[in-house]
């Protein structure tokens, strides 16, 4: 049987001065195995978000263990915490975060230079996820020129080139047309089943 993805035992994380603390995590637990989908539904402020944060290694937890892909990173530094980020981590949030200078084919590539493809390798990846999104034609158009819709997609397309252990997705098609919601959500599901 093989690591699970994702393993967070009893995360804790509070936030403010003791005499008012807001305990938003008490003893979370949540295992994800390779393959599998899950949405995480609760209401505004139920800590959704900043258990999401704490799985991307984004925050530290006041208590409790996180591991990805067999790899403790409960306690590890912010060096650790990075390369982890790089290698088993992909993110897509609600709001795009693209590098505006670059590219969308540009912002697609970055990710896996960092992690060490060889740039034509990493440019064949970042061309066919582009296709897959249907924006093979604004490859070249840097995020200025693309439609919120499309920048939301070169921005999942990022999350998804380095072909992560994990990919963690807070409302990403929330600002998507139906049939692009469909689309993105089709080619998730995929990766994860890969």
């Given at each position: 049987m093989s690591e699970p993805a994702l393993a967070l035992s009893g995360i804790t994380r509070g936030y403010g001065p003791p005499e008012r603390r807001l305990e938003v995590l008490r003893g979370a637990d949540l295992t994800l195995m390779p393959g599998e989908a899950v949405a995480l539904v609760a209401p505004s402020g139920a800590g959704k978000s900043?258990?999401?944060?704490?799985?991307?290694?984004?925050?530290?937890?006041?208590?409790?263990?996180?591991?990805?892909?067999?790899?403790?990173?409960?306690?590890?530094?912010?060096?650790?915490?990075?390369?982890?980020?790089?290698?088993?981590?992909?993110?897509?949030?609600?709001?795009?975060?693209?590098?505006?200078?670059?590219?969308?084919?540009?912002?697609?590539?970055?990710?896996q230079m960092a992690a060490g493809v060889a740039p034509e390798q990493a440019k064949a990846r970042a061309q066919d996820l582009l296709a897959k999104v249907r924006l093979a034609e604004r490859a070249a158009h840097r995020p200025a020129e693309l439609s919120g819709g499309e920048q939301q997609?070169?921005?999942?397309?990022?999350?998804?080139?380095?072909?992560?252990?994990l990919i963690l997705s807070?409302?990403?098609?929330?600002?998507?047309?139906?049939d692009s919601k469909a689309r993105i959500l089709d080619l998730l599901f995929e990766q994860a089943a890969e």
């Amino acid at each position: 049987m093989s690591e699970p993805a994702l393993a967070l035992s009893g995360i804790t994380r509070g936030y403010g001065p003791p005499e008012r603390r807001l305990e938003v995590l008490r003893g979370a637990d949540l295992t994800l195995m390779p393959g599998e989908a899950v949405a995480l539904v609760a209401p505004s402020g139920a800590g959704k978000s900043t258990l999401l944060q704490i799985a991307g290694l984004l925050d530290t937890p006041d208590g409790g263990s996180v591991r990805i892909a067999g790899q403790d990173l409960t306690g590890a530094n912010d060096a650790a915490r990075t390369r982890a980020r790089a290698t088993l981590l992909g993110f897509v949030y609600q709001f795009h975060h693209l590098l505006p200078e670059f590219s969308a084919e540009e912002n697609v590539v970055l990710p896996q230079m960092a992690a060490g493809v060889a740039p034509e390798q990493a440019k064949a990846r970042a061309q066919d996820l582009l296709a897959k999104v249907r924006l093979a034609e604004r490859a070249a158009h840097r995020p200025a020129e693309l439609s919120g819709g499309e920048q939301q997609r070169v921005a999942i397309c990022r999350a998804l080139v380095t072909q992560p252990k994990l990919i963690l997705s807070d409302e990403a098609t929330g600002n998507l047309d139906p049939d692009s919601k469909a689309r993105i959500l089709d080619l998730l599901f995929e990766q994860a089943a890969e």
